[in-house]
């Protein structure tokens, strides 16, 4: 497609539920990226798929947090046992280059 | 000490002024310095990117570099309401993609 596509836009979920959050990205750029994006806290770095290596889970904050990517393509993030703490806007960007992500508009989840 | 630090604001501005906004960082390896904007409820879009020291212009836009004190600035001319958003610096040292991000300057430009 034209540009980075992210769903669901919103989600709520009670405390305790898992989550799956979607991210399509566009197409024959091979690095995805899944960032977390909380008020007054900028963005904060979760995961790094680049072509078939090994991804960067580096940033993942606890072992609740999973991702995965199909194909090369589409990529999941999985949220397992969801807390107040994980609501934020979660953001999916992809690259085909050094410099110039493109962002999704991103998934806005509150946990209650 | 972040490795990336930016002032988060809020900056609030007249139609018309000159704005500057500003990051400094540590890491004397980075040498792609890049500005996002990122309007409310929507993900940050790549504005200006440069490579290393200099200046680089894009109409009303301005992005400098200074290597040699670790700073990088984002000057906008004329600016508009339209500029109302948050700007995001970032920086990476080119031998990987991920990049390092500051926290982001709210600007609010008045009519």
């Known amino acids: 497609g034209a540009g980075v596509s992210q769903s669901p836009s919103n989600k709520v979920t009670e405390k305790g539920k898992d989550v799956e959050l979607r991210c399509d990205p566009i197409?024959?750029?091979?690095?995805l990226y899944w960032y977390r994006q909380s008020l007054g806290q900028g963005l904060e770095f979760l995961i790094y798929?680049?072509?078939?290596?090994?991804?960067?889970k580096s940033g993942l904050p606890s072992d609740r947090f999973s991702a995965e990517r199909t194909g090369g393509s589409v990529s999941t993030l999985t949220i397992q046992r969801t807390q107040q703490e994980d609501s934020a806007v979660y953001l999916c960007?992809?690259?085909?280059?050094?410099?110039?992500?493109?962002f999704g508009s991103g998934t806005r989840l509150t946990v209650v | 000490q972040k490795e990336v630090e930016q002032d988060p604001g809020p900056l609030s501005v007249p139609e018309g002024a000159i704005v500057s906004l500003n990051c400094t960082y540590s890491n004397s390896a980075f040498q792609y310095f890049m500005w996002y904007r990122q309007y409310s409820r929507k993900g940050p879009e790549l504005l200006m990117y440069t490579y290393s020291s200099g200046n680089k212009e894009d109409g009303r836009f301005t992005a400098q570099v200074d290597k040699s004190s670790k700073y990088i600035s984002l000057f906008i001319r004329d600016s508009q309401p339209s500029d109302s958003a948050t700007y995001l610096c970032a920086m990476n040292a080119g031998n990987n993609r991920k990049l390092i991000w500051g926290l982001g300057t709210s600007l609010a430009v008045n009519p």
């Open positions: 798929f680049q072509g078939n290596s090994a991804p960067d």
């Open positions: 197409s024959g750029h091979t690095a």
């Open positions: 960007a992809s690259s085909s280059r050094v410099v110039g992500y493109t």
